[in-house]
């Protein structure tokens, strides 16, 4: 069994991250994910059961299901060029979505001891800025304003977040296939060729004219 754990149990930290950083979680969310992580460390150890925790950094492509912040941005700029954010200088780890899936299967299929922690990312990071001006560039978008929503910020927010992922390449031979260029274009593709609409958007509302009497 591979659990799906996150890189928000060790909260703020500087540098790429290895599997040893200390847990510091500094939300909700991180908190639960990390008592799930445990619960599945303990259960490999103490019960054998053959479970290993992968701790994903951020992940994306076509077919999101929830507005993070890639699939919000490219949302946001096929309506104009005004994009409203929450904090712009937070920098994250991008990882193409058949990337996160190559590893997954390498991590379920390698020889892993029960309960250990593989960190899955791709060792770069950029800022939701940065990633404002890659969209809006393949996007045909210019003169892209950012304008800062108060109502999007986080209350506890992580400054930045780089996957050291030198366990996963060692264990699995997995190296990251698709650049986040190429993944971005591949994302934009995917949702003009949907009709411009995320599974999490509301369906456009339709209207039946009433037939006029004869």
């Given at each position: 069994?591979?659990?799906?754990?996150?890189?928000?149990?060790?909260?703020?930290?500087?540098?790429?991250?290895?599997?040893?950083?200390?847990?510091?979680?500094?939300?909700?969310?991180?908190?639960?994910?990390?008592?799930?992580?445990?619960?599945?460390?303990?259960?490999?150890?103490?019960?054998?059961?053959?479970?290993?925790?992968?701790?994903?950094?951020?992940?994306?492509?076509?077919?999101?299901?929830?507005?993070?912040?890639?699939?919000?941005?490219?949302?946001?700029?096929?309506?104009?060029?005004?994009?409203?954010?929450?904090?712009?200088e937070a920098?994250?780890?991008?990882?193409?979505?058949?990337?996160?899936?190559?590893?997954?299967?390498?991590?379920?299929?390698?020889?892993?001891?029960?309960?250990?922690?593989?960190?899955?990312?791709?060792?770069?990071?950029?800022?939701?800025?940065?990633?404002?001006?890659?969209?809006?560039?393949?996007?045909?978008?210019?003169?892209?304003r950012i304008?800062?929503?108060?109502?999007?910020?986080?209350?506890?927010?992580?400054?930045?977040?780089?996957?050291?992922?030198?366990?996963?390449?060692?264990?699995?031979?997995?190296?990251?296939?698709?650049?986040?260029?190429?993944?971005?274009?591949?994302?934009?593709?995917?949702?003009?060729?949907?009709?411009?609409?995320?599974?999490?958007?509301?369906?456009?509302?339709?209207?039946?004219?009433?037939?006029?009497?004869?």
């Amino acid at each position: 069994m591979v659990y799906a754990s996150t890189t928000e149990v060790y909260g703020d930290a500087e540098g790429a991250l290895d599997e040893s950083r200390p847990f510091a979680p500094v939300n909700t969310y991180a908190a639960t994910k990390l008592a799930a992580d445990r619960l599945c460390a303990t259960f490999g150890a103490e019960h054998g059961l053959p479970i290993v925790i992968a701790r994903l950094f951020n992940s994306y492509g076509p077919r999101a299901t929830h507005p993070y912040v890639i699939p919000e941005i490219v949302r946001q700029l096929a309506r104009g060029s005004v994009v409203r954010l929450g904090n712009v200088e937070a920098r994250r780890d991008f990882t193409y979505v058949e990337d996160v899936a190559r590893a997954l299967v390498g991590v379920l299929l390698a020889r892993v001891p029960d309960g250990d922690a593989i960190n899955v990312g791709s060792d770069v990071s950029f800022s939701v800025r940065e990633l404002v001006a890659i969209v809006a560039e393949l996007m045909g978008r210019a003169h892209v304003r950012i304008e800062v929503d108060p109502a999007r910020l986080r209350r506890r927010d992580v400054a930045g977040f780089r996957c050291d992922a030198r366990k996963l390449t060692t264990t699995t031979g997995w190296r990251p296939q698709v650049d986040l260029r190429a993944g971005l274009e591949a994302t934009i593709a995917w949702y003009r060729a949907h009709g411009e609409r995320w599974a999490w958007e509301a369906p456009p509302s339709s209207s039946v004219e009433a037939a006029s009497p004869q």
